[in-house]
Each structure stands twice: as structure tokens, then as C-alpha cells.
T-cell receptor, first 110, second 116 residues
């Protein structure tokens, strides 16, 4: 079993929809949780990060962490075509090394 | 802030030659830099972790004599692919971490290597 599981999609939604992206993990030592956005042939861009359980909101993006269920989510409200990208979850027990999910490919069509 | 650059962005080389990829943190000092490899539609695979002034730590299955990593300063790390073969063709991405103890990593734009 991989330490971080993420459905690769693809996920296709109309503009304005609410998008829900999720990851599960098996390592209870993970304390730091991140979401990265990666456009085609570009490096990942840090979108959100959360420490331990809870919610964090930044504009149209909301990150949720449920450590009891080992489940993290990223919600995108009022999705835009410019949100079309691959979204990678990543997590760490601390100390630097990140463990990535496979990435979910999202397309938002006008 | 927290910008990481990579050079070159794309390189084509002949089989058997060596290629050097540079990773620079432009506006911060990076105590630790990471090198990843990414195949199409796949996630990032960590190759090695390098700390400034120390030898790199390679992940299991990564040939340290083939992928030479040097982290000579707090703003520069290099990855040299030696005696490249077509199967080394991939997207190589570096990331940098600010200071010890913080967990955010900032990624470079990646380098596409094609070996003919």
C-alpha cells in the first residue's frame, strides 16, 4: 500500500462548479499537509498548507485535514478555466521530506 | 518571494554524454534542496536530498554514480546526469527548503531532458 493515495482522475467540471479533491494516507506520523498545483510541463506551485487537523481558507480554496480518518481535502469554489491543472497532495512528518500523491488532473470547461 | 530557478529548462543530448542541471534559490537561502524525477502523468519521485556542504542522500534504487549532486552553496545545487541513456529522458525538478525546521518546499520550473 502506498503511503499517500490520490485518485488521478481525470476530473472535468463546468466553470463555476465546486471542486473537491481528496487524498488518504496511512502514516499517522504525518503532521504537515500541503496542496500543490502543477500546470503542464511546469514545476509544482504551493497552494495551501495546513498543520495537523482543521480547516484553512484562502480565497476560493479551502483545505481540510481529518487526522482521525487520515483524509485530506481541497475544495475549489467558483472554479475557473485557469484552475485547470494537476493538483498534488503532499504531506510530511516534519524534517523536510515530502510524500506526494499521484496527482489529480482537473479540467474546468467554460 | 521564495523563487527557485532551474537551468536549462530543456536540454537534448546524445547518448553517452553528461548533462548538468542547475537549481538556484533566488531570494532565500536553502539549507536543503531536493531533486525529483517525474514521468508523464505520474507523481514526483524523490531522487535525493542534499544539504549544503554535505554529501547527498540518495533514495533506494537511485544510482549515486550516475546522478551526481553537488550543493556547494546555500543558493545553488547541481544535478549531473553522467553517461546519459535514452531511459534517463524525463522531467527533473528541484525544490528548496528555507531554514531548518520549516516544511514548505518551493519548486523550480523543471528541466526536460531528452537523450537521443
Amino acid at each position: 500500500q502506498k503511503e499517500v493515495e490520490q485518485d488521478p482522475g481525470p476530473l472535468s467540471v463546468p466553470e463555476g462548479a465546486i471542486v473537491s479533491l481528496n487524498c488518504t494516507y496511512s502514516n499517522s506520523a504525518f503532521q504537515y499537509f500541503m496542496w500543490y498545483r502543477q500546470y503542464s510541463r511546469k514545476g509544482p506551485e504551493l497552494l495551501m498548507y495546513t498543520y495537523s487537523s482543521g480547516n484553512k481558507e484562502d480565497g476560493r480554496f479551502t483545505a481540510q485535514v481529518d487526522k482521525s480518518s487520515k483524509y485530506i481535502s481541497l475544495f475549489i469554489r467558483d472554479s475557473q478555466p485557469s484552475d485547470s491543472a494537476t493538483y498534488l497532495c503532499a504531506m510530511s512528518p516534519g524534517g523536510g521530506r515530502l510524500y506526494f500523491g499521484r496527482g489529480t488532473q482537473l479540467t474546468v470547461w467554460p | 518571494g521564495a523563487v527557485v530557478s532551474q537551468h536549462p529548462s530543456w536540454v537534448i543530448c546524445k547518448s553517452g554524454t553528461s548533462v548538468k542541471i542547475e537549481c538556484r534559490s533566488l531570494d532565500f537561502q536553502a539549507t536543503t534542496m531536493f531533486w525529483y524525477r517525474q514521468f508523464p502523468k505520474q507523481s514526483l519521485m524523490l531522487m535525493a536530498t542534499s544539504n549544503e556542504g554535505s554529501k547527498a542522500t540518495y533514495e533506494q534504487g537511485v544510482e549515486k554514480d550516475k546522478f551526481l549532486i553537488n550543493h556547494a552553496s546555500l543558493t545553488l545545487s547541481t544535478l549531473t546526469v553522467t553517461s546519459a541513456h535514452p531511459e534517463d529522458s524525463s522531467f527533473y525538478i528541484c525544490s528548496a527548503k528555507q531554514l531548518a525546521g520549516l516544511y514548505e518546499q518551493y519548486f523550480g520550473p523543471g528541466t526536460r531532458l531528452t537523450v537521443t
